[in-house]
């Protein structure tokens, strides 16, 4: 086999390469240009995914998490606990549970009629740097907190009490 079917067999064209082969004139440096342009706008899109990701796991914790709180802390309170002290071991058992710099939790409980109460959490969620903080706004852009809410009626039993 010769060489020049060899380079056919291959796909190389004969020849030496020429220099701005496949490009106008006046095209280098176009793709730089383009990529500085697209580079910011994949950055916000890439930023946008991952912060709603994280919003959305902490959402479905948050649900878990205190509607669990509520029935271990507040179903059946302790001889003397009353709603307050309830609402407040609900909160720290949530300030335990996330500990993260940019998310609040803020419980409170309020009457249901008929005896029951209803606890209301808010998850209150503030985006992120991939995982770093930073300034609450950009260009004149503000940057706002996303928030979460659930709610839980239960009936505060207490046993051995008498009416």
Same mark, same amino acid.
């Given at each position: 086999?010769?060489?020049?079917?060899?380079?056919?067999?291959?796909?190389g064209?004969p020849g030496?390469?020429?220099?701005?082969?496949?490009r106008?004139?006046?095209?280098?440096?176009?793709?730089t240009?383009?990529?500085?342009?697209?580079?910011?706008?994949?950055?916000?899109?890439?930023?946008?995914v991952?912060?709603?990701?994280? !919003?959305? /796991?902490?959402?479905?914790?948050?649900d878990? $998490? *205190?509607?669990?709180?509520? +029935?271990?802390?507040a179903a059946?309170?302790?001889?003397g606990?009353?709603?307050?002290?309830?609402?407040?071991?609900?909160?720290?058992?949530?300030?335990?549970?996330?500990?993260?710099?940019?998310v609040?939790?803020?419980?409170?409980?309020?009457?249901?009629?008929?005896?029951?109460?209803r !606890?209301? /959490?808010?998850?209150?969620f503030?985006?992120? $740097? *991939?995982?770093?903080?930073? +300034?609450s706004?950009?260009?004149?852009v503000a940057f706002?907190?996303?928030?979460?809410?659930?709610?839980?009626?239960?009936?505060?039993?207490?046993?051995g009490?008498l009416?």
């Amino acid at each position: 086999m010769g060489v020049g079917k060899m380079h056919g067999i291959l796909g190389g064209c004969p020849g030496p390469p020429v220099e701005g082969a496949g490009r106008a004139p006046g095209e280098r440096g176009q793709m730089t240009v383009e990529l500085a342009v697209a580079f910011p706008v994949l950055l916000v899109v890439a930023l946008v995914v991952v912060n709603a990701a994280m !919003f959305f /796991g902490q959402c479905a914790a948050f649900d878990n $998490l *205190f509607c669990d709180a509520v +029935r271990v802390h507040a179903a059946s309170p302790a001889y003397g606990q009353g709603t307050a002290q309830s609402v407040t071991l609900v909160q720290e058992a949530m300030d335990q549970a996330f500990p993260e710099g940019n998310v609040e939790v803020a419980v409170r409980a309020d009457d249901a009629g008929l005896g029951h109460t209803r !606890f209301t /959490g808010t998850l209150r969620f503030a985006p992120t $740097l *991939f995982g770093y903080p930073f +300034r609450s706004e950009a260009f004149g852009v503000a940057f706002p907190r996303l928030s979460h809410s659930a709610q839980i009626v239960v009936d505060c039993y207490k046993p051995g009490v008498l009416l």
